[in-house]
């Protein structure tokens, strides 16, 4: 056997087995960085893989080689540069933007196989039924995913709105007619025609816009991680079309995931993936700041009082959200609750699995401050603990505590599980002023008696809270 192809071989072998090692490790926050490490370097012994790969069936081809390492430098100095810029609170969007890449990535191989092949005999009209599949699958998904990607990031960064005949049902019949355009073009293209490969790009792209646009508000976090999923299966796909076995079970494995995590994320929104897909737009966006004019009965107080009635307390729970991210008020936080730990206090964390706005948002955020794995409760753990709670301090959060998503049929939220911190003692909401949340809407939670409104920003009150507590002798003396 050819050295240079069993040394290929026994790179795409440790590769596909770091990656799993990676995709495994990712879903521990305690394990997480490391895993994405492990999983970027066997990403980059692939590359290395494709070399050997070059070498076994050409010789060692100067220009191939350039192409690869001036490809993959790029590529990863942009992605590189971009993951260090970006805000976390832009998280999203740059996961979608990923997620465009991948399939473009695929989409552009599928093309390029197709149209100019290496020998005459790998050309499209010659190839056998499951190449052809092959390339028919990863052009489909490949553009649906680039175009759908693209679309959510420019919803995400308030780019783009969606149109008001989306929101109709006309939409069902303009997708259904892509749908069947890109299935004549995958069926004329197993038939040879090449030209048939532009009728699939343009269809399966316009399919893709239109599945994505009228999705809104609360949802478009599921959608992410299904066209996260969708990247994988493009890839895959791509695999079978280049023969890349490695490429496959890659993409097989990242297929997996996202719809693994798809699944994890309707669970956590209590909405089924068929209402996300086609249910249109949830709620509005997170600018709207009109839910104020229906509040009744809303009770403020100052930082000083918050924190005469948390050294009274024994028993205090945690509640952050996006408010706490944009605020970057985790550090501050962090010295808050150790001067109260330092008082005897119990303190938790109340973690809701959509708080902020990606999946395991507020895991990495408090994991920033070093807040310690065990205080964290997810929601099912913590909410039968809250009618023994003395204090919930909610900072920045709102949709996820709303006890509309239980009391109130009609609400966008009905049937979202919450934290049920109305049912503790006392309730401090740290936020702003009276905007509403994600989904644009009220919150019951505000107007009930024994919930009081802390007004400011989260770092700010957190900030203060501290000289407050330390002035009572919480944390050391001020
Ligand atoms: P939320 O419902 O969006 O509420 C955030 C609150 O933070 C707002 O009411 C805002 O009120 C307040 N806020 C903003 N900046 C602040 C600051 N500097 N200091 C203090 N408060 C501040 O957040 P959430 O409760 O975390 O709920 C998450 C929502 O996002 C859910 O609807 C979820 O479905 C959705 N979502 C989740 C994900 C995910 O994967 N986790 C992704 C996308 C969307 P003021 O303006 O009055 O301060």
Same mark, same amino acid.
């Given at each position: 056997m050819n050295i240079a192809l069993l040394l290929k071989s026994f790179i795409d072998l440790l590769a596909v087995l770091l990656l799993a090692i990676g995709i495994k490790g990712l879903s521990k926050v305690r394990s997480a960085r490391e895993a994405n490490l492990l999983a970027a370097f066997a990403m980059t012994l692939a590359v290395v893989g494709v070399l050997f790969d070059s070498i076994a069936t050409n010789g060692i081809s100067l220009n191939a080689w350039v192409w690869i390492i001036l490809g993959s430098a790029i590529g990863g100095s942009l992605g590189l540069i971009t993951a260090k810029r970006v805000p976390m609170t832009a998280m999203p969007e740059t996961v979608a933007l990923f997620n465009g890449c991948g399939g473009m990535s695929s989409l552009l191989v599928a093309i390029g196989v197709a149209l100019f092949p290496v020998s005459a005999e790998t050309k499209i009209l010659t190839k056998d039924l499951v190449e052809s599949i092959s390339i028919a699958v990863s052009v489909f998904v490949g553009s649906i995913t680039f175009s759908g990607s693209i679309v959510a990031m420019a919803k995400l960064q308030g780019w783009l709105s969606t149109p @008001?005949?989306? =929101?109709?049902?006309v939409r069902h019949v303009v997708n259904i007619a892509f749908a069947v355009i890109s299935l004549v073009a995958i069926v004329e293209l197993l038939n @040879?025609?090449?030209? @048939?490969l532009w009728l699939l790009v343009i269809g399966s792209g316009l399919l893709g816009i239109g599945v994505t646009l009228p999705i809104g508000g609360a949802d478009m976090p599921v959608v992410i991680s299904l066209l996260n999923s969708y990247s994988g299966v493009a890839a895959a796909a791509a695999g079978f079309v280049v023969g890349s076995q490695l490429l496959i079970v890659a993409g097989a494995m990242v297929g997996a995931a996202g719809l693994i995590l798809t699944q994890v994320m309707c669970k956590g929104m209590n909405r089924s993936l068929i209402s996300v897909l086609?249910?249109? *737009?949830?709620? @509005?966006?997170?600018?709207?700041? +009109?839910?104020?004019? +229906?509040?009744?009965n809303i009770t403020s107080c100052s930082v000083e009082e918050c924190a005469l009635t948390l050294e009274a307390a024994e028993k205090v729970v945690i509640v952050p959200g996006y408010g706490l991210a944009v605020a970057q008020a985790q550090h501050t936080l962090r010295e808050v609750t150790r001067a109260l730990e330092s008082s005897g206090i119990d303190v938790t964390y109340g973690i809701h699995p959509v708080a902020g706005r990606m999946p395991g948002h507020m895991n990495v955020l408090l994991a920033e401050a070093d807040v310690p794995y065990e205080q964290l409760k997810e929601m099912e753990v913590i909410n039968p603990d809250f009618p023994a709670t003395d204090v919930v301090l909610i900072l920045g959060a709102n949709d996820v505590v709303n006890p509309q998503a239980k009391t109130d049929s009609t609400s966008p939220l009905y049937g979202m599980p919450v934290l049920?911190? =109305? +049912? *503790?003692r006392t309730v401090f909401v740290v936020k702003r002023g009276m905007s509403a949340g994600y989904s644009g809407i009220k919150n019951d939670l505000f107007d009930l008696p024994n919930t009081s409104m802390v007004f400011g920003d989260a770092k700010k009150v957190l900030g203060d809270l501290l000289v407050e507590l330390k002035e009572l002798g919480i944390g050391g003396k001020g």
């Open positions: @008001a005949w989306m =929101q109709s049902k @040879a025609s090449n030209s @048939a086609f249910g249109g *737009a949830l709620g @509005a966006s997170s600018s709207s700041s +009109e839910g104020n004019s +229906e509040y009744t049920d911190v =109305q +049912e *503790a």
